[in-house]
């Protein structure tokens, strides 16, 4: 069994590598070069190339995803701490790569994309609507819509980095630190409860 295991590993892994390089484009020969196997050990493991794709995408994007720890309490370091952990990972090249992969294939696979995202920034922005929602009732925030301020502290973290980036633009802010701070305490200062 381990064997198999490894096998389906080593598939994941290749396949892995090969979809952020070359996308979907990316043959199931090639996959099955890079991982070493035989080509009945692909599909004793996996249907087709589609269900390998489905299962690398959810993996990539369940990476991405950042998880929120901390009380309301402690909200800037809170929030600082999340921002940090997303930023890195959304704009990792991975991060970058793997976006450009499953988005590029909303059209193909729509329904699959919808369940990536679901699953991973969905959850993500729903465990941060959930934070933010108990820091308002709290009093530490004002309210508004909590799921409008998940979705609007998650885009000034990224800002338009990500965008560039997945234009080709390489963009390393000289002080990142301050970048992020500027974001969080913006972020902060807009939702402050009035004195």
């Known amino acids: 069994m381990h064997a198999l295991t490894n096998n389906r590993e080593k598939l994941l892994l290749a396949a892995r590598e090969l979809f952020l390089e070359q996308g979907y484009e990316a043959s199931v020969d090639a996959i099955i070069g890079r991982a070493g196997v035989a080509r009945q050990t692909f599909y004793n493991h996996f249907k087709n190339k589609e269900s390998l794709f489905a299962e690398t995408a959810r993996g990539c994007f ?19 701490t ?35 995202y679901e699953h991973g920034f969905g959850q993500m922005i729903a465990r941060l609507t959930e934070f933010l ?17 998940a979705e609007l502290l998650t885009a000034m973290v990224l800002g338009q980095d990500r965008t560039k980036r997945l234009f080709g633009i390489e963009c390393e802010p000289a002080d990142e630190p301050s970048r992020l701070d500027y974001a969080v305490d913006g972020f902060l200062r807009m939702l402050a409860c009035a004195p």
């Open 62 to 80: 369940l990476e991405i995803t950042v998880h929120l720890d901390g009380e309301p309490e402690n909200l800037r370091a809170s929030l600082k």
């Open 82 to 116: 999340f921002a940090q952990a997303y930023r890195d990972k959304a704009l990792s090249p991975e991060g970058i790569a793997s976006y450009r992969t499953v988005c590029g294939q909303s059209s193909r696979f729509p329904v699959l994309v919808r369940e990536v």
């Open 133 to 149: 929602g108990r820091a308002m009732e709290q009093g530490y925030l004002r309210r508004i819509d909590p799921m409008f301020a």
